[in-house]
C-alpha cells in the first residue's frame, strides 16, 4: 500500500533539518505502507556508554534521505526512488540507537576500522615490533576488534541538510592498534542521488588504516525478501581467494571460469549453490574484488547492482583498490529491523570499498601503512538511479 509523495511529512527538531516522517510514498493516493515503520528523531535518540546517540537527515529536492547517527558514524537508513517514484529504503538498521549496540549483528551501516576486514590471528608486525589484536572472528581480527569503531560514540563536528562529520580519535593501544588515530568522516547526499563518504585519518604513530562502511543493502527495499535474483557486475578480472578462516592466501586470481565471475551482469544467485571450495569457505560470497582500474570521473568503477523488482541501481565508485562483497550468507534472524521484519538468511548484501584484507601481513597487497604527518584520505561514491 502506498501514499501521496505530497503527504510526506517532515519535522527535525535536533540540529534545525528535517527527520521523514513516512519516506515511504508514491504518487498515488493510497494508504500508507504498514510495513514501514518511519524513523523519529525522538524515539531513536538515546544515551549510550553516557553519551548521546542522536539521529541526523540528510534530504535533497527529489526526496531522497538518508539517516545517520554519531554511534558508528553509521548510515541508519537510505530511502531512494524506485522505478515508479516511490521512495524505498535500501538499508537495513533499527529504530532506536541502542539497538545497534548489540553483540549479534553490530555491523548495520557503521563505520568499520582502524583495519576493516580480517587480519590474520590478531597479528601484525611494523618494523621490527609485533601489535596483538583481540580476535573476535575465529582465529582472526575482523573490523578492528570487539570494540572498533562500529561502537564508538563520534563527535558531530558539522551537520546540515545536505551532509554530516563525525570525527573521533582512537586512543594509542585500543584493540591493540599503535597510535592515537584521528578521524574524520563525511557523508553528503547530492540532488542526483549520490551519497559519497569521504575519509580521513592523521596519526602520532606509525599504525595501519583501512576504513569502510559497512552497510547492508537490499535494493527492493529492507525486509523485501531474497537478494539472490539482484543483479549484479564487478569491474574486477581478479579476487583474493581465502583460507578456511577466510584470510587471503596471497594469489590474484582470475575470476573467468568460476562463480566469481561477475564481469558481465548476472544475478547473485546464478552460482552461489555451485560445488567450489571458495564458496564452501565463505558458505557463498564473502571475498575481496580486485579493481580492474576503470575510471569514471577519477575514481575507480567498482560494481553496478540492479533491485530484480524495484527497478533501483547503486553504482559505486571508488578510490581504493578492492571491494569486498558479502552476500549476507551468515543472517540468521537474530535481530528485528526497522519494519519489524527479521534479518533473515541472505536479504541483504554488503559491499565495502577497501584495501585488501590481511594488507598489513602481504607485503605485495597495496600498503595500508600510514606514517605520521601523512594523511590518509579516500572516498566511495554510492550513486542510485532506475532502470
Keep these: 500500500m502506498k501514499k501521496n509523495l505530497a503527504n510526506l511529512l517532515l519535522g527535525f527538531s535536533i540540529l534545525g533539518f528535517t527527520d521523514c516522517q513516512q519516506p515511504n510514498s508514491t504518487k498515488n493516493d493510497e494508504k500508507a505502507d504498514t510495513s514501514v515503520i518511519a524513523l523519529d528523531s525522538t524515539s531513536f535518540t538515546e544515551s549510550i556508554d553516557g553519551k548521546t546517540a542522536s539521529l541526523y537527515t540528510l534530504k535533497n529536492a527529489q526526496g531522497a534521505t538518508a539517516y545517520l547517527t554519531n554511534f558508528g558514524a553509521r548510515l541508519v537508513g537510505l530511502w531512494v526512488p524506485d522505478k515508479n517514484g516511490t521512495l524505498t529504503d535500501v538499508v537495513l538498521g533499527f529504530n532506536k540507537a541502542s ?122 527495499g529492507e525486509g523485501s525478501g531474497s537478494i539472490l535474483d539482484h543483479e549484479i557486475k564487478f569491474y574486477a578480472d581478479k579476487y583474493t581467494p581465502v583460507d578456511s578462516t577466510l584470510i587471503p592466501n596471497g594469489e590474484l586470481a582470475d575470476v573467468k571460469g568460476t562463480p566469481f565471475d561477475f564481469t558481465s551482469s548476472k544475478t547473485i544467485g546464478k552460482d552461489i549453490e555451485q560445488e567450489n571450495e571458495q564458496l564452501k569457505f565463505g558458505k557463498g560470497y564473502d571475498h575481496n574484488f580486485v579493481l580492474n582500474d576503470t575510471k569514471v570521473d577519477g575514481l575507480n568503477y567498482a560494481v553496478s547492482v540492479r533491485g530484480d523488482k524495484s527497478g533501483i541501481v547503486m553504482d559505486i565508485y571508488t578510490q581504493e583498490p578492492g571491494i569486498q562483497f558479502y552476500s549476507g550468507n551468515f543472517m540468521s534472524e537474530k535481530v528485528t529491523l526497522k519494519n519489524g521484519v527479521k534479518d533473515s538468511f541472505r536479504t541483504a548484501f554488503c559491499l565495502e570499498p577497501q584495501h585488501f584484507p590481511d594488507a598489513p601481513n602481504q607485503p605485495h597487497f597495496p600498503s595500508t601503512v600510514l606514517n605520521p604527518g601523512d594523511t590518509y584520505s579516500t572516498k566511495s561514491v554510492y550513486k542510485f538511479s532506475v532502470k
Design 99 to 220: 539497538q545497534y549496540h548489540n553483540s549479534e549483528e553490530p555491523f548495520f551501516g557503521p563505520i568499520v576500522g582502524p583495519f576493516g576486514n580480517r587480519i590474520a590471528k590478531g597479528k601484525f608486525t611494523l618494523d621490527g615490533e609485533t601489535f596483538t589484536l583481540p580476535t573476535n572472528n575465529g582465529p582472526n581480527t575482523l573490523h578492528g576488534g570487539v570494540k572498533g569503531l562500529h561502537f564508538a560514540n563520534w563527535t558531530v563536528k558539522e551537520a546540515n541538510s545536505k551532509l554530516v562529520t563525525f570525527q573521533y580519535t582512537l586512543p594509542d593501544k585500543q584493540e591493540g592498534f599503535p597510535g592515537n588515530l584521528s578521524m574524520e568522516v563525511t557523508y553528503s547526499l547530492s540532488e542526483n542521488n549520490e551519497l559519497t563518504i569521504n575519509y580521513t585519518a592523521t596519526t602520532d604513530k606509525k599504525t595501519v588504516v583501512n576504513l569502510t562502511n559497512h552497510a547492508y543493502f537490499n535494493l527492493n
